[in-house]
């Protein structure tokens, strides 16, 4: 389409009888600079409508919900007074009486606003078991009419603790790093450097691993069993390739949920899967396949399979017979003929079946909630329960931060390497 | 090409190993979709073969009691309200973006895609946590605008694949004619690239039956869809009734795509000689 054409737009440009174009080179190329421009603009508010709600819908909520990760004011707005009495505390030691005593009338404050709880829950999420101290002290400022609130707070072993002071001082920052850190098991040491936080709490590694691993064995399943399928069905005739390409689609075309019910269905302890192996004598008795790693990988190799085996399908099937019958006519032999002519061509559509597959399974909550145990949870069935049991949307904010870092690298390492055009099915 | 022309007999071996190796990984990819069938039919309350007998009355079941039908009711109300919003303003924008003349088309295209690449998890809390501050938590409207969201690329994609055989030339030839932007739209535009539009209604309109994950997070208990009812049904109790539904999505996703590809094939077709 050449940029010379008037669009079908600016009808009313030549309604009005503005010369036709040639008549006068200059008014001519002013008239198309604006048709042009008018054109931009008419396909942007097109586009608009769509966009706005894609904004609304999707970006602000994914924006709001990582912006919990950094931004935690809980803590900051519940202590105002000891905020600023902490200002100017060096973090050494324990702060000057006068911190203890604006703590002391905050936390009151807070019970008197019906605010503790919420207080006392913030402050445990980064110093576990502060939540019954804070409570605790609480009730006894409440309780103790007369008694000054300097020897009440002092009387609470947990406030003359170390570490507590720092986390609260930490705490009075409503943009934070700490739940960041901790959805990597870091945090800040009292020098101010990052380290490992101890073994006992260390947990969200260990599931970023899991999922990782998780994803690379289903990625490789399903190259091992998606390859020499796409081969074949790129290299038989035209009419049985339809058929067994119907055979790769019509799983893709259920959902997610509907293959995971019919796996679970499966993999029971009396299931099919276990009837097969026992008759096959693979199995000397009825394994334990739901609720485990392995019963897992095989649902999600079952669920990937076609992701995998379509991008390659589609390169394969654009490779000309004609080259590998130049390379046998040349003397190569099967084997070289398929390493040196027919793999590096195909290998795009391996990389971009493999790392789709890969992108996606990261991001798997369905079949590992409903198939997998409690040691086969993946990164977002942690970020949902967060949410739905935890109630702790800094932390499930902090694990989706961290997981949509590692997608989005990934899909953009995609797009630059392979095209966005590879990501097209069939 | 499976057999170079003087097959050895270790090549013949090779490609039988294939074909078998093949026939396994069809048998993996087919039978698990096939056994909820036979047993959504089976007259037993257990999943074990051999079935004790036939009988519909899982059907019964799914069909008949106010729980299904509920969520079979509210399946459909979002996932039409998803197609119409999604299908529209999709189809807008595929339009838009067929403009070579687009500012910031490179752009525009992994913005729209990327809620297909995002886990969805973090789309379903994202949204919860904005729509409960907006009034719109708990309402069909939420979920509605959260699964266009998730169904409109689809419908960009299949759109902008059937405006690439679209001669812009019939848009002029239409606006020399004397008609206006949005007769020629209709007059000649779209029934030239309904096959697309109506594929991309289809994926839009699987997309959002399928769909449990956001639904989870947005629905009221009122709102349960029919995959979120099939998703507690397989966390409390394991009951046949589930794969009567899972039979009865199944077979209404695969319908709508098959419908779908071949508009979707159909629409391409139609693309000029000259391109």
Known sequence: MSALQPSELDRPALARGRPAAGADPKTASAAMRRAEFGDRLRSLALAAPLLLLLALSFGIPIVLLLSRAVYDPTIADALPRTSQALADWNGQGLPADAAFIALAADLSENQAKGTAYE???????????????????????????????????????????????????????????????????????????????????????????????????????????????????????????????????????????????????????????????????????????????????????????????????????????????????????????????????????????????????????????????????????????????????????????????????????FARILGLDRLKMV | MLLSPYPTPGERIRVALLWLWCGLVILFLLVPILIPVPLSFNSGAFFIFPLEGLSTRWYEVVLGTQRWQSAIGNSLIVAFGTTLIATTLGTLTAIALSNEKFPGRRIVMPLLLSPLIVPVVITAVGSYLFYARIGLASTYAGIILAHTALASPFVVVTVGASLTGFDRNLMRAAAISGAKPLTAFFRVMLPLILPGVLSGAAFAFVTSFDEVVVVQFLASAGQRTMPLEMFIGLREKLSPAITAAATLMMALSIVLLVVANLLARRGQARRPASG
Not at chain 1, 177 to 206: H, K, M, T
Not at chain 1, 258 to 283: E, I, P, S, Y
Not at chain 1, 342 to 352: E, I, K, S
Request: some cysteine; proline content about 6%; overall charge positive.
């Open chain 1, 119 to 413: 207080l006392a829950k913030a402050l445990n999420a980064r110093l576990p078991g502060a939540r019954s101290q804070v409570l605790k002290t609480v009730r006894q400022l409440e309780g103790a009419a007369g008694k000054p609130p300097l020897e009440i707070v002092k009387a609470v072993p947990f406030w003359s603790a170390p570490g507590t002071w720092p986390t609260i001082a930490n705490g009075t920052h409503a943009l934070t790093s700490f739940y960041l850190l901790s959805a990597l098991d870091l945090r800040w040491n009292a020098d101010g450097g990052i380290e490992r936080v101890p073994p006992e709490q260390a947990i969200f590694l260990q599931v970023f691993l899991r999922t990782f691993f998780v994803a690379a064995a289903v990625t490789l399943a399903t190259l091992l069993l998606g390859f020499p399928l796409a081969y074949l069905i790129a290299s038989v005739p035209k009419g049985l390739a339809a058929i067994l390409i119907v055979a790769v689609l019509l799983p893709f075309w259920t959902s997610i949920l509907v293959r995971t019910a019919a796996w679970t269905v499966l993999l029971q302890k009396f299931g099919l899967v276990n009837d097969m192996l026992l008759w096959l004598g693979f199995a000397s008795e009825r394994l334990d396949l739901m609720y485990s790693r392995i019963g897992l990988i095989i649902a999600m190799t079952h669920i990937q399979l076609p992701f995998t085996l379509l991008p390659i399908y589609s390169v394969m099937r654009t490779i000309a017979p004609s080259q590998m019958k130049a390379a046998y006519s040349l003397g190569a032999r099967p084997f070289t003929a398929f390493r040196r002519v027919y793999l590096p061509q195909v290998f795009p559509g391996v990389m971009a079946g493999c790392l789709l597959t890969f992108i996606l399974c990261l991001g798997y909550y369905i079949t590992p909630a409903l198939i997998g145990g409690a040691s086969d949870q993946l990164i977002s069935n942690f970020i949902a329960n967060y949410v739905n049991v935890e109630l702790n949307w800094e932390m499930a904010a902090a694990l989706s931060f961290i997981l949509l870092v590692f997608t989005l690298a990934l899909f953009g390492i």
